[in-house]
């Protein structure tokens, strides 16, 4: 890894560079393994000979920077501090948000999750009950930050986050039809309630919930009941067991 790549990885740690580039960086030996599966264009590979496993010269000529580096290299300019595989620099993926007629009979929607290991935890719990759809407002932590990413296992690759004017966009889906629903400590017991065909799950921040303005567009509220004496869920436990409950259904 030469100076010039080397001052390139680093500066992709700020969103701010993300954002200019729109570059991010991948990780780790499964992060790297579930990328190479994917259809994202990468820009740039720098790997161990641990990595070699999942290396073919189709692959590897598909890439248009590829160097072998040392496990000390990787430290010292990502993000993980236990890092000896590899590290890439990968095209953040654009996509366009789904129509009320393309929507999946169930999404999520987070209302400023600004954690970067919910958000990464949550792309998982997606990923294993094949939500295809993440809704993000624009007070959330960046999708591609690397902490993000490492926490997600590779859901990265398959989740299509959207970040959107979060109250306008449930506003427009609501008006075509679309369940809104929030969780919410005063709303039904999700063990009893049954989702319209199509619907967007929204969950909010442990600190203040669902935002006011998210609040109003909301058509139907729905609660973990609580059973000891835990003040609240932590935001990723929450979304998996609300996931678990409406995917039953």
């Known amino acids: 890894m030469n100076k010039r790549w080397s001052k390139e990885v680093r500066a992709l740690l700020q969103k701010k560079k993300r954002k200019d580039t729109n570059r991010f960086i991948v990780e780790g030996y499964k992060n790297l393994e579930e990328l190479f599966s994917s259809s994202l264009k990468i820009h740039a590979l720098f790997y161990t000979e641990k990595l070699n496993p999942l290396l ?15 496990p000390e290299l990787l430290k010292q300019n990502g993000n993980l501090q236990t890092n000896d595989t590899g590290l890439a620099v990968v095209e953040i993926p654009i996509y366009s948000p789904p129509t009320s007629q393309e929507l999946p009979n169930f999404c999520l929607a987070l ?4 954690d ?14 094949d939500i295809k759809h993440i809704f993000l407002s624009r007070q959330c932590t960046d999708p ?8 997600t296992m590779g859901a ?8 959107v004017d979060l109250p306008t966009a449930l506003e427009e889906y ?22 319209d065909q199509k619907s967007i799950m929204v969950m909010g921040s442990e600190s203040h919930g669902i935002s006011e303005e998210v609040h109003k567009i909301l058509t139907t509220k729905i609660t973990i009941p609580k059973y000891g004496e835990a003040e609240s869920l932590n935001v990723a436990i929450a979304t998996a067991i609300i996931c678990d409950n409406i995917k039953r259904v």
Not at 56 to 70: A, H, K, N
Request: charged share 25%; glycine share 8%; proline share 6%.
């Open 174 to 195: 609501k008006r075509d039809g679309i369940q809104v629903i929030g969780a919410d400590m005063d709303g039904k017991d999700i063990h009893q309630f049954i989702p």
């Open 111 to 114: 209302d400023d999750v600004r």
């Open 56 to 70: 073919d010269d189709q692959l590897l000529g598909s890439i248009p920077v590829v160097d072998e580096t040392t």
């Open 144 to 151: 591609f930050s690397p902490k993000v990413v490492a926490s």
């Open 116 to 129: 970067p290991g919910n958000l990464g935890t949550i792309l998982r719990v997606a990923d294993w009950y």
């Open 156 to 163: 990265f690759s398959r989740i299509q986050t959207h970040i």
